[in-house]
């Protein structure tokens, strides 16, 4: 599905956005700091309930308010129903999430309704940061198709976190290990199969993006190194360990220790790839990441990239935009930049239906047709 119009209040520095939207191309030209990615961090809001940018929904409030919202419209490409959602939050109170007007029992019942892939500057961690940040990227592409994974993973973080207490104070009382253990062993099965099997299917993929982009003979992969195998019994192995976690105070065990190595030439990118290589492998990921979600959620997700061609040549940004715009696999596209002269000649080239909007100091306007072309 795609966003049709979105309403802002009091988001960030968004005091009031009503915007109606292209269901292809849409761009966001303005210096840094003037509200860009904060219109992009209100979209992604409304598909995961949360700022990708600040853990506290207090502080997404703009400084001086009370209470903020976000409403977005959506239309099927199927067809189907409308889809309205609204999310508040006032100060000192509980969220709210409403879906047609009527609020969700649990929040967490909306992941994975709208599908959307987000490509910035902060993916640079997922090559250069601890395996954490890979895990968060393979555990949020399978949360958004498969929602018994997502139960599991919570399971699983509750279990460990309860573990590990018992660990740090010292406790060596069987049964309330064992209890623990059983839910973080039948929620480790899972999470592993359902990693390995999604690896299967999304290499070949991003190998494809890849290729596509660089032009080149150049080898990419992804590796998921893990200790484990389909038979691990991974109660045992936590039973095994117990002795030796309770000196170290946490679990040395597990797949939340799991990590995904990222290849270029069979060696690490993060040693030998260069800046246009890592970048390229970077979006590469994300657009096997958009397809792949597209084939298995048989949705086609949003797609926003928010400031990355700064440091690609025209040719790779044009091949990019031509891609995902003459891709059938690809939907709706929001795209920021501080160049509106240099994308501005890209889409008229390449997209067909495109709408560009002005971002300067939290005010959002959009610009005519005749606009464009005058550039």
């Excluded at 250069?128 to 699983?156: L, T």
């Excluded at 990019?320 to 596209?333: H, V």
Aim: charged share 30%; proline share 2%.
């Amino acid at each position: 599905m795609y966003l049709d119009r979105l309403q802002i209040m009091n988001y960030k520095n968004l005091r009031e956005v009503d915007l109606t939207f292209s269901k292809s191309v849409n761009c966001l030209i303005g210096n840094n700091g003037v509200g860009k990615t904060n219109l992009l961090d209100a979209i992604y809001y409304l598909s995961f309930t949360k700022s990708r940018m600040v853990t506290n929904d207090v502080q997404n409030i703009t400084w001086d308010e009370d209470m903020m919202f976000i409403k977005g419209l959506y239309h099927p490409y199927d067809q189907s129903d409308d889809i309205e959602i609204h999310c508040g939050i006032k100060k000192r109170q509980s969220k709210t999430l409403k879906k047609n007007g009527k609020e969700y029992e649990r929040i967490t019942d909306h992941i994975g309704l709208i599908p959307l892939v987000i490509v910035s500057p902060a993916d640079h961690e997922l090559i250069e940061g601890s395996g954490e940040e890979r895990r968060k990227f393979i555990n949020g592409v399978i949360s958004q198709y498969d929602r018994v994974f997502f139960q599991h993973y919570m399971n699983y973080v509750k279990a460990l976190a309860q573990r590990n207490t018992l660990l740090k104070n010292g406790v060596y009382d069987v049964l309330q290990y064992e209890m623990w253990e059983e839910r973080i062993a039948a929620a480790s099965d899972y999470i592993f199969k359902a990693r390995v099997d999604f690896l299967e299917k999304f290499v070949p993929l991003f190998q494809e993006f890849y290729n596509f982009i660089s032009e080149s003979n150049e080898t990419v992969s992804l590796s998921y190194r893990t200790s484990f195998h389909e038979e691990t019994d991974f109660f045992q192995l936590l039973v095994d360990s117990r002795e030796k976690d309770v000196q170290r105070g946490f679990t040395t065990v597990g797949v939340h220790r799991d990590d995904l190595d990222m290849l270029l030439s069979n060696y690490p990118i993060r040693r030998v790839g260069s800046q246009g290589q890592c970048k390229t492998y970077l979006i590469a990921l994300k657009l096997a990441q958009y397809v792949f979600l597209s084939i298995i959620a048989k949705k086609r997700p949003i797609l926003l990239f928010d400031d990355i061609f700064d440091k690609l040549d025209s040719n790779r940004v044009a091949k990019i935009i031509d891609l995902i715009n003459n891709d059938e696999r690809f939907g709706q596209i929001f795209i920021t930049d501080t160049d509106r002269q240099h994308i501005s000649s890209i889409l008229r080239q390449h997209v067909s239906d495109y709408r560009i909007f002005t971002v300067d100091k939290g005010v959002v306007i959009e610009q005519n047709q005749d606009d464009y072309e005058e550039e």
